[in-house]
């Protein structure tokens, strides 16, 4: 049973890495003019930290 923890684990450690890597890109290509294309740099920075964060939490978690 331990493996399935493990294999679920890496799972979501995957999939927090490549929405916060995506997230972080997606910030620094968004060509909005104004105070909405700064409020969209500020959301995707954040998800993208948090994507990033849970990832080393979850390698932690594995180790």
Same mark, same amino acid.
Do not use: D, R
């Given at each position: ?55 080393? +939490?979850?390698?932690?978690? +594995?180790?």
């Amino acid at each position: 049973m331990g493996e399935w923890f493990a294999a679920v684990g890496f799972g979501v450690g995957l999939v927090a890495f490549v929405l916060g890597a995506t997230s972080i890109i997606m910030g620094f290509t968004t060509n909005e003019p104004g105070s909405m294309g700064m409020q969209k740099k500020i959301e995707y920075g954040f998800f993208g930290v948090t994507g990033l964060v849970l990832c080393m +939490l979850m390698t932690y978690a +594995l180790a």
